[in-house]
T-cell receptor, first 116, second 114 residues
Framework: GAVVSQHPSWVICKSGTSVKIECRSL??????MFWYRQFPKQSLMLMAT?????????EQGVEKDKFLINHASLTLSTLTVTSAHPEDSSFYIC????????????FGPGTRLTVL | AQSVSQHNHHVILSEAASLELGCNYS??????LFWYVQYPGQHLQLLLK??????LVKGIKGFEAEFIKSKFSFNLRKPSVQWSDTAEYFC????????????FGEGTQLTVNP
């Protein structure tokens, strides 16, 4: 089946620094990638949708200047958390699809971000 | 706006017991419905999905779900659970005007004791 990887799987950083998380589709070309955030014991919340070669579409309440998303190729999307603060600590999950309707999404294993 | 509610946050069963996890959604139009499973330390995997047609949908690993439009529900069932079914289960909905955006429920942690 389709495989999506994320790197790193966990990261610890100091407050004020920026962190980049990569999401890759390993065996298919992902026309659309999604970034989710999951707080402990809570649901996945969609942060943004990105299509290859175009600007990401952010959900209401998500700061686009803080969470920079780049989808430069059909197999790679990156999420950069700029000037991270402790409240940004969370589990970030990406998914990818090659289905124009997005009916079938393949999820990555997630990245645990801890900001000290 | 669409929303999803899962009633049970933690369910504990013994092996061979029957399972039913509740899922209710809120959306005024046509929806696509999904159940995902996340085994410990693994990524989310699709269990089953409903788009149209027969409201009783069969998925992998013996799971099934029934779409009841009048109740806005899509409950997940399995007649006899196994220890290996221990995982977190998420219901999700995609409205017809939502593009490709999925909205997830809060999740239900299922623990199956041997």
């Amino acid at each position: 089946g389709a495989v999506v990887s994320q790197h790193p799987s966990w990261v610890i950083c100091k407050s004020g620094t920026s962190v980049k998380i990569e999401c890759r589709s390993l065996d298919f070309q992902a026309t659309t990638m999604f970034w989710y955030r999951q707080f402990p014991k809570q649901s996945l919340m969609l942060m943004a949708t990105s299509n290859e070669g175009s600007k990401a579409t952010y959900e209401q309440g998500v700061e686009k200047d803080k969470f920079l998303i780049n989808h430069a190729s059909l197999t790679l999307s990156t999420l950069t958390v700029t000037s991270a603060h402790p409240e940004d600590s969370s589990f970030y999950i990406c998914s990818a699809t090659d289905d124009p309707r997005g009916d079938t999404q393949y999820f990555g294993p997630g990245t645990r971000l801890t900001v000290l | 706006a669409q929303s999803v509610s899962q009633h049970n946050h933690h369910v504990i069963l013994s092996e061979a017991a029957s399972l039913e996890l509740g899922c209710n959604y809120s959306y005024g139009g046509t929806v696509n419905l999904f159940w995902y499973v996340q085994y410990p330390g693994q990524h989310l995997q699709l269990l089953l999905k409903y788009f149209s047609g027969d409201p009783l949908v069969k998925g992998i690993k013996g799971f099934e779900a029934e779409f009841i439009k009048s109740k806005f529900s899509f409950n997940l069932r399995k007649p006899s659970v196994q220890w290996s079914d221990t995982a977190e289960y998420f219901c999700a909905v995609k409205g017809e005007t939502s593009g490709s955006r999925l909205t997830f429920g809060e999740g239900t942690q299922l623990t199956v004791n041997p």
